[in-house]
């Protein structure tokens, strides 16, 4: 079997390749020493250390008193707070009864201790003691206190611990009305305390 001209089979025609490259390994940020494991961190600003603070002791001895639930009446329903009662002193002399109102008990009692350091009084002890027989009504409360060597504390409810904190010994006290509320009776007392240094 011959082949004409016109059917002579074509030359291989050459065919272009373009030479495609080998795609290029992009290295990795080279991490130093001291960042190695820990997340980058936001804002630009290096972590510190944490440094351990120590709350300080404070020179007064507090106790709380009395703490209570209270509502308010608002268009949607009650809102609750609490209102906390603290006595603080240093058992030198020096004492305050504090009231504080918040969401919650813990700011409360900072409220109640604010407000105790504010209304400090200091009394003039003779011996642990009180120089004279004192009394003093606050609201509904009304009181007196007697000094009675070598008897220590003889008190109740809410005068017990204000004379305690005060460091007041050897005295007997007498609550003369029939109310419960100790804000008032802690009170009262630190009214009858305030006659001794008048």
Do not use: C, W
């Not at 980058?40 to 351990?52: A, I, M, T, V």
């Not at 020096?94 to 900072?110: F, N, Q």
């Not at 002890?125 to 007697?146: F, P, R, V, W």
């Amino acid at each position: 079997m011959t082949l004409t001209e016109n059917e002579a089979p074509a030359a291989a025609e050459p065919v272009a390749t373009e030479a495609v490259a080998a795609p290029q390994e992009v290295a990795a940020p080279q991490r130093s020493e001291d960042n190695r494991g820990r997340r980058p961190q936001r804002g630009g600003r290096s972590p510190r250390p944490r440094q351990g603070r120590e709350r300080e002791r404070s020179e007064f001895d507090q106790a709380t008193l009395d703490v209570r639930r209270v509502a308010r009446v608002m268009a949607g329903g009650r809102r609750f707070s609490f209102s906390v009662t603290v006595v603080i002193g240093d058992r030198k002399g020096r004492v305050g009864v504090g009231l504080g109102k918040g969401a919650d008990t813990a700011l409360a009692i900072d409220k109640a201790v604010r407000d105790a350091r504010r209304h400090l009084i200091t009394v003039p002890l003779k011996d642990g003691s009180i120089a004279h027989e004192i009394s003093a009504k606050y609201a509904s409360s009304t009181l007196t206190i007697m000094p009675s060597p070598g008897r220590g504390l003889v008190a109740g409810s809410a005068v017990r611990t204000v004379l305690e904190y005060a460091g007041i010994g050897n005295v007997v006290s007498k609550i003369l009305t029939r109310t419960k509320n100790k804000l008032t009776i802690a009170r009262a007392t630190v009214e009858a305390l305030k006659t001794l240094s008048a």
